[in-house]
């Protein structure tokens, strides 16, 4: 999508060619706007919340952790579907209108939640708790398809590809502290005030940020991007080719590794005798993940997208393969920081990847795609963990880490033979 056009113009002012070069942000900031940042970032917000505060709130005003998995399960899974479902539709119809409308489901339903999380019958929960998932707006991929459309527009073309590079990095930074700070928060307030509080403010910060982030002015660039081209829209089936799928497929196989590496550190809190670190441990991975993301703004535009994806992903099963061997808590925090440090360059390269390839006017639903694959991914790896967990201890749960870390790898290594026969 931002290399086509690169070839295809003509040169730029020098001056605007130095500046654009050299100060990315200064570029991304002038094509959205300094607004853009603070709303796309708090919008997101109950996307990472809602996943622990259901499981938490359910936990507690039912007594059953098992339920709050089942519930939390219920909306990861509903949420991948609903991001591709959403991608689609505002390729189509745009994202403003169907947006605000979704920020204002969504609130209903989780207010609805909340009311019958106590009492409902288990399959009347799991349902309610998939109806939030389905309707909460996949704000990071469709804010990734706004940037692909303003750098497109207003971008001079020799450096579109750097300045889309740091736009990807930055959402992917982005992603990473509201998946840091979200679970925090939801911690916080539910040990200040009351369980449910985690979730009320989700529907507060929908109904404000989500709206916001509808109404931004940059929906207009997505809208021309999506409509404006006249060309015919790539069926379906286009997206099971090799091109297409397997960067879904990498973003599968990280999802796998976030859940499976969760429940691991989860329990490795639990089997040294302090279950509530595991959150703090965890954020090692984050910070890590969100550094690294945003180094990547500084990769020269010759490394390769497909190598990219393999050196980090070969990085990572070494990494991983260290978890097993981890001796304390902040010697942990150590080693998952290392892994973020080859996650976060995967990540970015994956979206990157897929706004190349993506069909003309399918933009949103290759970007959600991606971003549904991260969230589907959790409820394959999570049990997986859980269950080497209860039988073998947490250090052999690692393993399922490394394991994901190697099909990753695997996947960068076809991809890579594909991008050979075919030129990124």
Known sequence: MISSAVDTETDPDPDTERRTAVRPFRALTAA???????VGLLARLPFAMLTLGITAYVATVRGSFADGGLAAGAYALAAAVGAAVTGAATDRFGQRRLLLVLAIINAAVVLGFVSVAGIAPLPLLVVAAAVVGATI????????VRWAALVEDRVPPPHRARVFGTALSYESMADELTFMFGPALVGVLSALLFPSTPLLACVLIMLVFGGLFALHPTVAAAAHADHGSGVKRARLREFLLPARLL??????TIGSLFGALSTSVIAYAAD??????GGIIYAGFGVGSALASLAMAAVPDRFALSLRWV???VCSVGFAALLPLASGAWVLA????????????????LFGIGSRVAPAGRAGLQMTLLSGGIIAGNAIGAPIAGAVADSSGSSMAFLVVVASAGVLAALGFVHAVAARRRPE
């Open 247 to 252: 960067p879904v497929l990498g973003m599968l």
């Open 334 to 349: 150590g080693m998952l920081a290392l892994l973020g440090c080859a996650i976060g360059p995967v990540i970015v390269t």
């Open 311 to 313: 050196v980090a992903a």
């Open 32 to 38: 959205a706007g300094w607004s853009f940042y603070p």
């Open 272 to 277: 040294n005798g302090s279950p509530s670190s």
């Open 137 to 144: 707006p996949p704000v990071g991929p469709l804010a990734r």
